[in-house]
T-cell receptor, first 113, second 114 residues
Framework: GDSVTQMEGPVTLSEEAFLTINCTYT??????LFWYVQYPGEGLQLLLK?????DKGSNKGFEATYRKETTSFHLEKGSVQVSDSAVYFC????????????FGAGTRLTVKP | GAVVSQHPSRVICKSGTSVKIECRSL??????MFWYRQFPKQSLMLMAT?????????EQGVEKDKFLINHASLTLSTLTVTSAHPEDSSFYIC??????????FGSGTRLTVV
C-alpha cells in the first residue's frame, strides 16, 4: 500500500542554518503530498502541500517540490529560527478513492539560538 | 519504536447507530491523544485533544455530544460517533504522544454511514 518514509530525527540546528528534511513516498497512483508541523502541545497544522508533479508548495519560508521521478518531497528552509522548533510530518493522500492519509514517522527539529 | 494501533480500520454502519473507534499506544504511555478528521480531498482537521484522566478539549465547531472522546487510561483513547449520519462518513485518525516518543499516528479508520 501507499507509504511515506521520512528522515529520522532528531535534528538540531543553529539559528539561520539551512534545513532539509527528506521525504520519499510509495504510491500506486498520483498522490497529493503534504508537510504538516506540530508545535509543542498543539495539534497538527498544514504547512504546505503539492498536488501534482513539479508543483512547489511554500509557506513561512519553507518549500518542498513534488518530484515524481525520485518520488520525493523534501522540505527545505534557507534560514531556520528558534520558533521553527517543532515536529514535522510528511504525508500523502491518494487522489483517487477515499483519499486516506498516510503519515511519515515525524522528524523533530530543535533550533538553538 | 512507538506504535499506535487504531481499530477498526474500516467500518460501515447504519444511520442512527453509534460507532466506537479505539486508539491504543502499544509500547508507551500516551499522556495526550489527538483526534483528527479528514474531509474528502482536504487535509486533516483537528477535532479534539485529550489528556489522560481529564475531559477532552474540542475545537470550535466540533460537537462534543456527538463525538464522545474518552481517555480513561494511558494507553487507550476512544472516539464514539453517536447517532451517526451519512455526513459523518469520513476518515478519522488519532495521534498519541508521551514517553518521549513525540507524536505517533494510528493507521486511521474509514467510517461509512449508510
Amino acid at each position: 500500500g501507499d507509504s511515506v518514509t521520512q528522515m529520522e530525527g532528531p535534528v538540531t540546528l543553529s539559528e539561520e542554518a539551512f534545513l532539509t528534511i527528506n521525504c520519499t513516498y510509495t504510491a500506486t497512483g498520483y498522490p497529493s503530498l503534504f508537510w504538516y508541523v506540530q508545535y509543542p502541545g498543539e495539534g497538527l497544522q498544514l504547512l504546505l502541500k503539492a498536488t501534482k508533479a513539479d508543483d512547489k508548495g511554500s509557506n513561512k519560508g519553507f518549500e518542498a517540490t513534488y518530484r515524481k521521478e525520485t518520488t520525493s518531497f523534501h522540505l527545505e528552509k534557507g534560514s531556520v529560527q528558534v520558533s521553527d522548533s517543532a515536529v514535522y510530518f510528511c504525508a500523502l493522500s491518494d487522489q483517487g478513492g477515499n483519499n486516506d492519509m498516510r503519515f511519515g514517522a515525524g522528524t523533530r527539529l530543535t533550533v538553538k539560538p | 519504536g512507538a506504535v499506535v494501533s487504531q481499530h477498526p480500520s474500516r467500518v460501515i454502519c447504519k444511520s442512527g447507530t453509534s460507532v466506537k473507534i479505539e486508539c491504543r499506544s502499544l509500547d508507551f504511555q500516551a499522556t495526550t491523544m489527538f483526534w483528527y478528521r479528514q474531509f474528502p480531498k482536504q487535509s486533516l482537521m483537528l477535532m479534539a485533544t485529550s489528556n489522560e484522566g481529564s475531559k477532552a478539549t474540542y475545537e470550535q465547531g466540533v460537537e462534543k455530544d456527538k463525538f464522545l472522546i474518552n481517555h480513561a487510561s494511558l494507553t487507550l483513547s476512544t472516539l464514539t460517533v453517536t447517532s451517526a449520519h451519512p455526513e459523518d462518513s469520513s476518515f478519522y485518525i488519532c495521534s498519541a504522544s508521551g514517553g518521549g516518543y513525540g507524536y505517533t499516528f494510528g493507521s486511521g479508520t474509514r467510517l461509512t454511514v449508510v
